[in-house]
């Protein structure tokens, strides 16, 4: 056995997480209840194949990274793939996916898309503050109108959809 | 000549002047989204999924056939300039087109791209409209034990043929699996993994897990992964196209290249990564220019794109015929057809004429507007790749967000995508495929029905699920693709030994 790394230790947490999963998916199907005499064949029979199979696979895992033989990250950029991973950046990525999905049905498409927008661009160096932001906004109300006016997909409203809304 | 006569039907669905407007912007979408690095086709269809919301079916599936072709020449466009394939099938061409570009040859080698697609997309639809009605009917007589045993064997091979490793396919394949779990069981309604919430009773919207795994993981991804610099994008600025010699170079690797796509597309082969390559490899070999590969040669880039196009038309053969789907691109088709209700397989063909035909008509007419379009348009598309890195990633985030949302209109899709998006970064930085997921979020439960539905005819019995003669054929090619490897493997190790 290879001493493990510290990717390899995410890489355990990781696969190990899945074995976990693996053993929920068949402790669900245990104790699910199934309305009496409508199936004839049981649905707890293909939830069990695919929880072994599960937790076969991530045994497989387990051991596959216990031997050395660890990952290659999938990464199409040039650049080290194993420099560590930059969680900064990455938590203003998710701030941006969260904000957009707390606030669309508060204050509207447009807010939410602007906030997204906004927040990913900071994250990967926009620095140009009062640029970034209008555009931002503008990239959002063009996608509001181009959505709900030409595709007739309705979208949850704010200030700024009652705003334009009500002109019209 | 009955598919003639139905294909000349298809034309006409396909000619009326709504329905080649859908053609013409899906081509136009389609390239627009497959030329932003990191989008490929499974993506980009993915994501203009909710705007055909309110199409009629047909128009809409003639929209996603364009979209389709339009996505796959997106993707061959940014491999050559930017040397950034958006998915497997694009990364030979990446291989020797970017070396092209940058020796100036740019031109010839985005025209060497465009015409070899439209050749082997032409070739590999036309033998689609011809072959689809033959599978089918031969289709038609398979019983559900032996559509599970297909579906096992399109499961092995997407997950085994994938990726860096055959354990890391199939753990994403497994995932796939049990997404594809949670819900209320069709039959009996008995409720699987839905940590008592009420939303997850219809189960996970696939849409938004296809977004999510593709978009949101690369962009976390990519932030993981420090600073971007902005791209070097390689400008096009011959006059000429391609050169006598060029074209002389180029048609025998386009028709060697659809040869060898088509085939591997009509069987489960995991998608456009190993045909690609045995093009290359092929042209390499039969290549007069041995010494150009690796610096630039034409024929390396005529051969995989060939490929590439005509494996695309290819994987639609299972698909329309058998509904059974074999890459991530074909998958992400079938769930645009599951989104009007239609079901592929073998009666499709009989059920739908006036859909299919109008499919296949407009991936003629798809074909040849994107040679019309694109290479005078390449101007255009190179301006796109010219958007600040940033711009383009907050858009993507926010267009992929709209894409989980817009289909049921409800929250706890976005917060189903955050977390896809989530385990997509893992999958990228633990390199596993993200294809066999698709896959088997996708084919899981129609594999359910089918298991559910042979044990039901045969009262239970097991022994109905390896009875046939095409059960037990099938199984065994099951049993030669997982051990064989292992046999040469070890063959291999006994040689180096001696």
């Known amino acids: 056995m290879k001493k493990i790394t510290k990717a390899g230790r995410g890489e355990l947490v990781f696969a190990g997480s899945l074995l976990l999963l693996g053993i929920y998916v068949l402790y669900d199907t245990v104790k699910m209840e199934v309305p009496e005499g409508v199936a004839v064949i049981s649905p707890r029979l293909f939830p069990y194949f695919v929880g072994t199979f599960l937790i076969v696979v991530s045994a497989g895992l387990i051991l596959t990274i216990l031997r050395g033989n660890l990952a290659v990250p999938e990464g199409t950029e040039p650049g080290d793939p194993f420099a560590p991973a930059d969680f900064k950046t990455m938590s203003l990525v998710v701030a941006g996916i969260a904000g957009h999905v707390i606030l669309l049905e508060k204050l509207g498409f447009v807010v939410a898309a602007a906030v997204s927008f906004y927040l990913v661009a900071y994250a990967f160096g926009a620095r140009r503050i009062v640029k970034d932001i209008l555009i931002a906004f503008a990239f959002a109300l063009i996608s509001y109108f181009a959505f709900t006016k030409g595709l007739n997909i309705r979208l949850p409203q704010g200030i700024f959809e009652n705003l334009f809304s009500s002109g019209a | ?498």
Not at chain 2, 46 to 53: E, F, G, R, S, V
Not at chain 2, 342 to 350: D, E, K, N, T, V
Not at chain 2, 399 to 408: T, V
């Open chain 2, 1 to 498: 000549m009955n598919s003639l006569n139905l294909l000349l039907d298809g034309f006409a669905t396909a000619f009326t002047a709504t329905n080649l407007m859908y053609g013409l912007a899906g081509t136009f979408l389609g390239t627009l989204v497959g030329v932003l690095p990191g989008i490929g086709p499974a993506l980009a269809i993915a994501l203009l999924l909710p705007i055909t919301m309110s199409v009629a079916p047909a128009s809409a599936l003639i929209m996603f056939a364009s979209i389709y072709y339009g996505a796959m020449y997106g993707g061959s466009t940014t491999s050559i300039l930017l040397n950034t394939p958006g998915e497997s099938g694009s990364v030979i061409t990446a291989l020797e087109g970017n070396k092209m570009a940058k020796a100036g040859r740019a031109g010839a080698a985005l025209a060497t791209a465009a015409i070899g697609s439209f050749v082997a997309g032409t070739i590999a639809t036309l033998l689609l409209a011809f072959g689809a009605p033959v599978l089918a009917d031969v289709a038609v007589k398979i019983q559900p034990a032996g559509y599970l045993s297909l579906m096992i064997l399109a499961f092995a091979t997407v997950g085994t043929l994938l990726g860096q490793s055959m354990i890391r396919g199939l753990i994403s394949l497994a995932c796939g699996l049990v997404i594809g779990l949670v819900g209320a069981d069709l039959q009996s309604g008995a409720l699987r993994l839905t940590f008592g919430n009420l939303n997850a009773v219809d189960g996970i919207e696939t849409v938004t897990v296809i977004v999510a795994i593709f978009a949101l993981g690369e962009v976390l991804y990519l932030a993981s992964r420090h600073k971007v610099d902005e791209w070097a994008v390689i400008s096009v600025n011959d006059k000429t196209w391609m050169t006598k010699s060029d074209f002389k170079r180029s048609w025998r690797p386009w028709l060697r290249g659809t040869a060898i796509g088509f085939p591997l597309g009509v069987i489960p082969a995991g998608g456009s990564e190993v045909p690609t390559f045995l093009s290359y490899a092929a042209e390499k070999k039969l290549s007069k220019h041995k010494e150009e590969f690796g610096h630039g040669a034409i024929e390396g880039v005529a051969g995989p794109e060939a490929a590439n196009n005509a494996n695309a038309a290819g994987a639609l053969v299972p698909l329309l015929a058998l509904g059974l789907p074999t890459s991530a691109t074909a998958a992400v088709v079938l769930v645009a057809f599951q989104m009007y209700n239609i079901q592929p397989g073998p009666m499709l063909l009989s059920t739908e004429p006036v859909i299919v035909w109008g499919l296949i008509a407009s991936l003629f007419i798809g074909n040849a507007l994107l040679l019309l379009l694109n290479l005078p348009l390449i101007k255009f598309w190179v301006k796109l790749l010219k958007i600040p890195r940033p711009y383009l990633y907050g858009g993507i985030t926010t267009f992929a967000l709209f894409g989980a949302y817009a289909l049921n209109a409800s929250t706890f899709d976005l917060q189903i995508a955050l977390a896809v998006g989530a385990l997509g970064y893992f999958f990228r930085r633990f390199g596993m495929p993200t294809t066999p997921l698709i896959i088997g979020l996708i084919m899981g439960p129609l594999a359910e029905t089918k298991f559910k539905l042979a044990l039901q005819i045969s009262n239970g019995d097991y022994s109905v699920l390896y009875a046939g003669l095409l059960t037990k054929s099938i199984y065994f090619i099951l049993f030669m693709v997982i051990v064989g490897p292992f046999v040469w493997n070890f063959k291999k190790k006994l040689a180096i030994k001696k």
